[in-house]
């Protein structure tokens, strides 16, 4: 079996030699856009936006309680507040996609049942800080606010659908709630915890504030931006030299070593097939403009539908949405339709759906499919309505 | 002695399968150290956070991985 998988993998790569169309023009256009997209994101996004926000994303993963944020969604807990809590906490517990489906079975079977589980399902891939980040500094600040309350709003409403419509099944196994495993004593207050975030988030922002000339608070802040900067990363270290033991240290730059190891090769790959397909804003690379254009141009029901329907069947890996988004907006989609994509995509793929109907059972698991789907597509018709 | 690893396959419930087996080793002790992958009997263990450590049917830890000192002291007793 092995020689024959060798032979296959062999032949593969014989047949991709000898037809490769290297000297076919649209082919060698598309192969450079997407080196220069590559290197587009190496130059621009890497320094000072990825790495700074992996950072935080390693802090959150190890110095803030995840089991703080859980015991708001027993069983016994208030219904308003596990609402708003399951949608807003994909911030903290969803920092990897991996994360979400086991937390999602968890609430619902142990814990606040179907509503509250939903509704983290919906939002938790779309508000993942890093993913917020990175949708906010390459798509423009307004489609990275927009996805990020969208899909807590929307969150609310599946959840509430969802309860309203299977609410009444009760399931048996609702007895025992979820374990909630001791935390170790908190070795900080957690004001100082709150600081630490506040400054982290700081760095990012005054790091990429970018040129405003409308108010000249804006210019003025823009013209120093690099001293904020640097009394920051001054003040941060100062606050890891006194605050922190040396093993929460080695600690944070391992998790956060985890997470860029993870997700950069993924990122990096999702880059390169983006440029390849659709090229630099501007630019055209291997698939025409005027099919995407026709597709997802616009602002029409049609179009908004069709990225959300394409958005929850496609999967991507986190983060890898965005430069996808980013070829499609330069190659002429829509801002609703990229929204749409944004908050169907991430949050349903056709592998997760596979998951959850094992969880929940088929006929929930359609409902739920659909109402992402229209709820997608609403919220991507009014953003291109409005912006 | 039986030790559990709960986790769907995310890098961080490798990393802790890793350290276990290396402290288990270390300490010369005898267990027997299996992985639970599927969502549903992570579920029947309580546990909403991956990665988790159960050993003989206790939860010991479920959202981090603890540090070595940590899990030492768990395996000891």
């Known amino acids: 079996m092995n020689e024959i998988y060798r032979l296959f993998i062999l032949l593969s790569i014989f047949l991709i030699a000898y037809f490769l169309p290297i000297g076919n023009s649209a082919f060698q256009n598309a192969l450079f856009e997407s080196l220069y997209m590559l290197q587009e994101y190496a130059r621009q996004h890497v320094i000072l936006c990825l790495i700074p926000a992996f950072f935080i994303a390693g802090a959150i993963a190890n110095f803030i309680s995840q089991n703080s944020v859980i015991k708001y969604l027993g069983p016994k807990a208030n219904k308003i507040l596990s609402y708003s809590v399951a949608s807003v906490s994909g911030t903290i517990l969803a920092v990897c996609s991996c994360t979400v489906l086991p937390i999602f079975a968890g609430i619902y079977k142990r814990g606040a049942g179907i509503g509250p ?5 919906y939002s938790g891939p779309a508000i993942n800080v890093l993913a917020i980040i990175l949708t906010a500094r390459v798509l423009g600040f307004e489609l990275g606010i927009a ?3 969208g899909a807590i709003m929307f969150s609310i409403i599946i959840g509430l659908c969802m309860h309203l419509i299977f609410g009444k099944e009760q399931i048996s196994e609702n007895s025992e709630s979820f374990k909630i495993t001791e935390d170790k004593k908190e070795s900080r207050s957690l004001w100082k915890t709150a600081l630490y975030f506040t400054v982290m ?4 922002v005054f790091a990429n ?3 405003d000339e409308s108010l000249r608070i804006w210019q003025l802040i823009y013209n120093c931006k690099w001293y904020i900067t640097g009394i920051l990363i001054v003040v941060l270290i100062s606050m890891l030299i006194v605050w922190f033991r040396k093993t929460e240290l080695t600690q944070w ?7 860029a190891k993870q997700i950069f090769p993924l990122l990096f790959a999702g880059v390169i097939v983006a440029g390849f397909l659709f090229g630099r804003p501007g630019h055209q690379a291997l698939i025409p403009n005027e099919w995407i254009t026709k597709l997802v141009g616009g602002n029409s029901i049609w179009a908004n539908l069709f990225a959300s329907v394409a958005g929850a069947l496609m999967y991507f890996a986190t983060l890898t949405e965005v430069p996808i988004l980013q070829g499609l907006i330069g190659s002429g989609m829509g801002k609703g339709s990229a929204l749409a994509l944004l908050l169907a995509g991430p949050a349903l793929s056709l592998p997760s759906m596979l998951v959850i109907k094992t969880i929940m059972g088929t006929k929930k698991t359609i409902v739920y499919i ?3 789907v229209i709820m997608a597509t609403i919220s991507g018709m009014l953003f291109g309505y409005l912006f | 002695m039986k030790i559990e690893i709960l986790g769907p ?3 961080k419930c490798n990393k802790l399968m890793e350290l276990t087996e290396k402290v288990v080793k270390e300490m010369g002790i005898s267990a027997e150290i299996s992985k639970v992958d599927e969502i549903n009997d992570i579920i029947n263990y309580g546990v909403m956070v991956t990665p988790a450590l159960v050993i003989d049917g206790e939860v010991k830890v479920s959202g981090r991985i603890p540090p070595e000192d940590e899990l030492k002291n768990w395996i000891k007793k």
Request: proline share 4%.
């Open chain 2, 9 to 11: 396959g995310c890098p």
């Open chain 1, 117 to 121: 589980a939903t509704a983290f399902l």
């Open chain 1, 253 to 259: 730059i391992s998790s956060t070593w985890l997470f």
């Open chain 1, 147 to 149: 996805r990020a309350l």
């Open chain 1, 209 to 211: 504030w970018s040129k």
């Open chain 1, 201 to 204: 988030v700081g760095i990012l």
């Open chain 1, 370 to 372: 659909l109402l992402v």
